[in-house]
C-alpha cells in the first residue's frame, strides 16, 4: 500500500502500532518486543498432527492441542482461518488459541467468582487416546491454573464436521456453579503488515449472531467470494454473548480489531464487570453436582458462499429467521417474520413484557411459520423463540419511531440543541451546528482532538450535515432559516475558501490550539492538550484532506435543490449559484487534495448526483469537466484488484463511490468485486444491531466519547454502503439477498437515534457497555446516505409473497396497495416492474398495482402549499410508465399540482 505518512496515520501514541503496520515494522511494537524475552509455552517445537475432515483440515499441537492451522479443502488450500503467520509470535502465555477455555465458577456458598483460564498460564495437558470420532482428546485441567474441576477437550470428526468438544466433570463433594464459559474463536482478521490484495487473500471477518442456540458465528473471506465458515451449537452451547478478548496481547488497532470469544454462561459477568447493563440475552450459569459432568460443543461447518449461509443452516437443523423488511421497526409500520425449525415452535415470548405483539399469520407453502410484529414501545426487544426439542431462539428488535418522526425529531435537536450561535467566538464558528455531548448535555465547544469542536472532518462537520440533509427529506422553514445563515456565512468561508488561491479549499477544523496567540483562559485546562490532536492552526487550516470535501458539496448541492423545487425557501442565491458552488468544491477536491482524492470518498456518490444535475440543467461544460475528472479517478480504481484504500489500512466507506463510478462508466466487473466486498462485511442476520451494519471498528478513536478499538453497531458506513447495494438490487430485482443488506443499512442511520432525536456516532457492541455513544461524532454522514437513498421497496416474493420495506401492504387478487412510510415519502421501488419512482418535491401517500393491468396509482398528500404546489415527479424510462395526457418539463419530469390527488400509471409498452 502507498499511504502518505502525516497526522492521520499517526493518530496517537496509544495507536503507533498502525503507523508501524503500515510501514511494515510491525515486529517494533512494544509489545512484540517484550513477548520475544518471555519464555514460550505453547510447544510448537514438540511437533504436531495433521487430520484431514471433509471440507476441513486442521493442525493439532501435541503439547497444547490447540490449533496451529484450520484450512478449507479446495480453493486456496493454504487459505487458513487462524493467524497462522502470528503463531510463532503468539506462543506465550495469554494469547488465546482455537481450543482454548474461560471458566468463572463458585462453589456452594461461596460469593465471589474464581476465574481460570487455559492460555493464562500454559501447561502441557495430558493426551489421552483418541478413539471413535476422536481425532485427539486430552485432559486440560493441568493448563487451568489449579481449577477444581476435570476439562477434557476433544477435536472430534462427527459427520465430516469438525467438533470441538470440552467435557467438564466435577470430582468433588461440593456442588459447583459454573457462571461464565467462554470458548475463544481467535480468527486470522490481524492485516498488520499487508497489503490489501494480500489481506483479501489471506485475511477473514466474522459477526456474531448472538441467538442462543439458534446462533452462530459467520466467518467472510475479505473478498466476499468462496465459502462461509460458521460456528454452530453442537451440545449446550447456546450464544448467550460474544466478549472481546481483550487480555490476550496481540496489539489491537486499525489493522486488527482483536479476538473474541463465543460465551455459553455469562452469569459471573453480569454479576461482575457487566452489572447493570442491559444484555441481549439472559444470562444463565450451570450448576454441577458432585460427581455429574456436562458437556459443552461447537462445530464448524462450511456454507458454500455468503448467500447460503441460511440454507446451509437448515441443512444442519439449525432454526432460522428471516426478517422482512429486517429488525428495525417504526411504530407505524409492523414487520414479517418467518421462522423454519425441523421441529415444532412450543412457544414465544417478549422481553420486556408488550414491547412487541406478534401474531401468527397463515404458514407458508415452503412451512415456514408466518408472523406479524408490532412495535408497541419504543426501545429494544427480543424475542424467544422455544421449540419442541429444547432448543431456544432469540431475535432481537429495536422498535423506533416512525421514520417522519425520527427525523422530524432529528432535525429539531440539531437545530436548536445543537445549535451554536456566538457572537465572540474566536474561531469563527458562529452561526453552526455543532457537536453534541449527549451525556453531559451540553455542546462540544472545545476538544482534545480538534476536529470535533471545529465544524470539520467527520465527527465536526456531521452534525450540521444531517441538520442539512434533512430538509431533502422534509423541508421545514424554520430549520432553513438557520441552515442559510450556516452555509451562507460560516460554512461558505470559512470552512471553505470563498475567494484567493485557496478557493473552494475546506479546512480540516475551525477550532486549533494556539495558546500563546489567544487570551487566556481561552482553553479549558481541564483538558489534556499535550496530544497530537490538539491540532495547531496550520494544521487546522490544512485542505489537503479530501474527505471534507464531499460533506460541503452535499451542502450546497441541497441548497440547490431548495432553491430551485420550492418557493420561497432560499432566495439568498440563485439556484445556479449553490449548484455552481457543488460543482466547484467537487472539482477543488481532485485539485486540491488530490493524494486522498485517488480513494474513494464516503458520501462520495454526491459527486455523480452533482454531474446527474448539471446535465439536468444544460450546463454541460462543467458537467464534462466534473465527469473527466471523476473518469480519471475510475480508470485508476479500475487498475486495482481491490480498490479500496483511504487514508486508513483497510476501510468500509469508499466502496460506495467505488461502485456508483465503476457501473457509470462501465466497469462492471470492478464494480461486481466492490459489491462482494460489501457483503463480506455487511451480515443479514436476527439482530438489528448486526443486520446490515457495516464493519467499521476504530472510529469510536475518532469520532466517539468512549475512545477504543471495538466493532461498532451501525456505525455511519451502514447507510452509506446500502448506497451501492440497493442500487444493485434494482438493477437485479429479484435478488431479495441484496433488497434484506441494503434495506437495512439503510435503516441504521434511524436505529440508534435517541427518543428526543439525538444522532450518536454508533452503538457500541462490548456486552461491557451495549449503549450509544455519548458523543453525535460522525452520524450526519450515514445519514447523508438515508437521505439521498432511502425508499419503500415492494417485492413479491415466491415463498413469503408480497412485502414491503418501509410502507404498509395490503394485497388481494386484484390489487397490491402500499401506504409509504419513509420521512420523505418521496421514492418507491416496484421491483416486479422494475419502476423506480422519485419525487424531487411532494410526497406520495400511497401507491395501488393493479394486477391485471399492471396500472398503478399514485395517491398525493396535499399538505402545507405555502412553498410547494406540485408534485416533481420522475419515472426511469426502463419501467415503460408513463403518464398519459401529461407533459414533461425540461428536467423530464412531471409537474402534477397537488389539487390533482391521484395519477394513474401505465405501461407504454
Known amino acids: 500500500m502507498n499511504f502518505k505518512k502525516n497526522h492521520y496515520l499517526l493518530f496517537t501514541l496509544l495507536y503507533l502500532h498502525a503507523a508501524l503496520t503500515v510501514f511494515g515494522q510491525q515486529d517494533e511494537h512494544p509489545v512484540w518486543q517484550a513477548v520475544k524475552t518471555q519464555t514460550a509455552t505453547l510447544g510448537i517445537d514438540k511437533g504436531d498432527k495433521s487430520f484431514r475432515l471433509e471440507k476441513l483440515k486442521i493442525k493439532v499441537v501435541n503439547s497444547s492441542q490447540t490449533l496451529a492451522a484450520l484450512q478449507q479443502i479446495g480453493g486456496d488450500d493454504n487459505f487458513d482461518y487462524t493467524p497462522v503467520e502470528m503463531l510463532r509470535k503468539r506462543d506465550r502465555n495469554n494469547f488465546f488459541h482455537f481450543g482454548d477455555i474461560n471458566i468463572s465458577l463458585r462453589k456452594q456458598g461461596e460469593t465471589t467468582w474464581s476465574t481460570y483460564s487455559s492460555a493464562k498460564d500454559r501447561k502441557e495437558v495430558i493426551a489421552l487416546n483418541a478413539s471413535g470420532t476422536a481425532l485427539a482428546a486430552a485432559n486440560i485441567s493441568p493448563t487451568l491454573g489449579g481449577i477444581p474441576l476435570k476439562v477434557i477437550r476433544s477435536w472430534k470428526n462427527i459427520g465430516g464436521d469438525l467438533i470441538l468438544s470440552f467435557e467438564v466433570s466435577n470430582p468433588t463433594e461440593q456442588t459447583i456453579e459454573i457462571g461464565s464459559l467462554g470458548i475463544p474463536l481467535p480468527f486470522n482478521n490481524n492485516m498488520d503488515g499487508k497489503s490489501l490484495d494480500q489481506a483479501h487473500a489471506q485475511n477473514v471477518f466474522f459477526d456474531p449472531y448472538i441467538g442462543k442456540d439458534a446462533g452462530y458465528v459467520q466467518v467472510n473471506h475479505l473478498h466476499g467470494r468462496g465459502p462461509s465458515l460458521l460456528v454452530l451449537p453442537y451440545e449446550n452451547a447456546g450464544f448467550e454473548a460474544y466478549n472481546p478478548l481483550n487480555s490476550d496481547p496481540t496489539p489491537r488497532s486499525i489493522t486488527f480489531e482483536g479476538f473474541h470469544e463465543w460465551m455459553v454462561h455469562t452469569k459471573a459477568h453480569t454479576e461482575t464487570e457487566w452489572k447493570g447493563v442491559e444484555q441481549w440475552n439472559e444470562a444463565t450459569s450451570t450448576i454441577l453436582a458432585p460427581k455429574a459432568s456436562k458437556v459443552f460443543a461447537l462445530r464448524f461447518v462450511l456454507a458454500p458462499s455468503i448467500r447460503d449461509i441460511e440454507a446451509e443452516l437448515l441443512k444442519n437443523n439449525r432454526p432460522v429467521a428471516i426478517g422482512a423488511p429486517g429488525y428495525v421497526i417504526p411504530l407505524d409500520n409492523p414487520v414479517k417474520l418467518f421462522l423454519k425449525h425441523n421441529k415444532e415452535i412450543k412457544k414465544i415470548s417478549v422481553s420486556p413484557d408488550h414491547a412487541l405483539t406478534l401474531s401468527k399469520l397463515k404458514q407458508t407453502a415452503g412451512q415456514w411459520q408466518q408472523y406479524e410484529v408490532q412495535g408497541n414501545r419504543w426501545g429494544r426487544a427480543r424475542v424467544t423463540v422455544t421449540y419442541q426439542d429444547g432448543n431456544e431462539q432469540t431475535i432481537h428488535y429495536k422498535v423506533i419511531k416512525s421514520e417522519k418522526e425520527v427525523v422530524n425529531n432529528l432535525g429539531h435537536f440539531l437545530t436548536t440543541k445543537q445549535w451554536y450561535e456566538n457572537d465572540k467566538d474566536l474561531f469563527g464558528r458562529s452561526p453552526a451546528v455543532i457537536s453534541y455531548d449527549y451525556e453531559e448535555q451540553k455542546q462540544v465547544t472545545q476538544e482534545r482532538r480538534a476536529w470535533y469542536a471545529g465544524l470539520s472532518d467527520e465527527a465536526g462537520a456531521a452534525?450540521?450535515?444531517?441538520?442539512?440533509?434533512?430538509?431533502?427529506?422534509?423541508?421545514?422553514?424554520?430549520?432553513?432559516?438557520?441552515?442559510?445563515?450556516?452555509?451562507?456565512?460560516?460554512?461558505?468561508?470559512?470552512?471553505?475558501?470563498?475567494?484567493?488561491?485557496?478557493?473552494?479549499?475546506?479546512?480540516?477544523?475551525?477550532?486549533?490550539?494556539?495558546?500563546?496567540?489567544?487570551?487566556?483562559?481561552?482553553?479549558?485546562?481541564?483538558?489534556?492538550?499535550?496530544?497530537?490532536?490538539?491540532?495547531?492552526?496550520?494544521?487546522?487550516?490544512?485542505?489537503?484532506r479530501s474527505y471534507n470535501y464531499p460533506h460541503v458539496a452535499a451542502a450546497h448541492w441541497v441548497m440547490y435543490r431548495l432553491a430551485r423545487n420550492y418557493n420561497n425557501l432560499v432566495q439568498e442565491e440563485t439556484w445556479d449559484t449553490y449548484l455552481d458552488r457543488a460543482f466547484n468544491t467537487a472539482i477543488a477536491m481532485v485539485e486540491k487534495a488530490p493524494y486522498y482524492a485517488q480513494f474513494g470518498q464516503m458520501e462520495g456518490s454526491i459527486f455523480l448526483i452533482i454531474l446527474q444535475d448539471l446535465r439536468r440543467e444544460g450546463m454541460m461544460t462543467r458537467a464534462d469537466q466534473l465527469e473527466a475528472a471523476m473518469r480519471k479517478r475510475a480508470e485508476h480504481w479500475k487498475t486495482l484488484n481491490y480498490p479500496?484504500?483511504?487514508?486508513?489500512?483497510?476501510?468500509?466507506?469508499?466502496?460506495?463511490?467505488?461502485?456508483?463510478?465503476?457501473?457509470?462508466?462501465?466497469?462492471?466487473?470492478?464494480?461486481?468485486?466492490?459489491?462482494?466486498a460489501i457483503l463480506a462485511y455487511m451480515p443479514t442476520v436476527p439482530h438489528w444491531g448486526y443486520n446490515g451494519s457495516a464493519r467499521r471498528y476504530w472510529d469510536f478513536v475518532y469520532g466517539g466519547k468512549l475512545s477504543r478499538i471495538e466493532r461498532q453497531l451501525h456505525h455511519y458506513g451502514s447507510a452509506l454502503n446500502a448506497i451501492p447495494v440497493l442500487t444493485e438490487f434494482r438493477r437485479h430485482p429479484e435478488d431479495f439477498y441484496l433488497l434484506r443488506i441494503g434495506h437495512a443499512g439503510m435503516m441504521g442511520a434511524l436505529a440508534n437515534v435517541t427518543e428526543d432525536g439525538f444522532g450518536p456516532a454508533a452503538f457500541h457492541s462490548y456486552p461491557s457497555t451495549l449503549a450509544n455513544d455519548g458523543i453525535s461524532g460522525d452520524y450526519g454522514t450515514g445519514f447523508y446516505g438515508y437521505a439521498v437513498n432511502s425508499g419503500t421497496y415492494i417485492f413479491e416474493h415466491p415463498e413469503f409473497g408480497w412485502l414491503a420495506f418501509s410502507g404498509n401492504l395490503k394485497a388481494n387478487k386484484k390489487t397490491v396497495d402500499v401506504a409509504i412510510t419513509t420521512?420523505?415519502?418521496?421514492?418507491?421501488?416496484?421491483?416486479?416492474?422494475?419502476?423506480?419512482?422519485?419525487?424531487?418535491?411532494?410526497?406520495?401517500?400511497?401507491?395501488?398495482?393493479?394486477?391485471?393491468?399492471?396500472?398503478?396509482?399514485?395517491?398525493?398528500?396535499?399538505g402545507n402549499q405555502e412553498h410547494n404546489t406540485h408534485v416533481l415527479l420522475n419515472i426511469n424510462p426502463e419501467s415503460g410508465y408513463e403518464i398519459k395526457g401529461m407533459h414533461k418539463d425540461d428536467h423530464g419530469r412531471y409537474r402534477i399540482p397537488l389539487s390533482t390527488k391521484t395519477v394513474i400509471l401505465t405501461k407504454s409498452k
Open 463 to 544: 452534525s450540521w450535515l444531517a441538520a442539512i440533509m434533512k430538509q431533502v427529506l422534509q423541508p421545514d422553514q424554520q430549520e432553513i432559516e438557520k441552515l442559510k445563515h450556516f452555509v451562507n456565512e460560516t460554512m461558505y468561508g470559512r470552512i471553505q475558501h470563498a475567494s484567493g488561491a485557496q478557493k473552494y479549499g475546506v479546512v480540516k477544523s475551525l477550532f486549533y490550539y494556539a495558546p500563546d496567540s489567544l487570551p487566556v483562559g481561552t482553553y479549558d485546562d481541564k483538558i489534556n492538550w499535550k496530544t497530537w490532536s490538539a491540532w495547531p492552526k496550520k494544521e487546522a487550516d490544512d485542505i489537503g
Open 644 to 676: 479500496f484504500g483511504s487514508e486508513m489500512p483497510w476501510d468500509s466507506t469508499g466502496q460506495e463511490e467505488v461502485y456508483l463510478w465503476s457501473r457509470f462508466f462501465g466497469f462492471d466487473e470492478k464494480a461486481q468485486v466492490t459489491l462482494n
Open 823 to 862: 420521512a420523505s415519502r418521496g421514492r418507491i421501488f416496484l421491483a416486479k416492474e422494475q419502476l423506480w419512482l422519485t419525487t424531487d418535491a411532494g410526497e406520495i401517500e400511497r401507491l395501488t398495482y393493479q394486477l391485471k393491468d399492471r396500472s398503478i396509482v399514485l395517491h398525493f398528500h396535499i
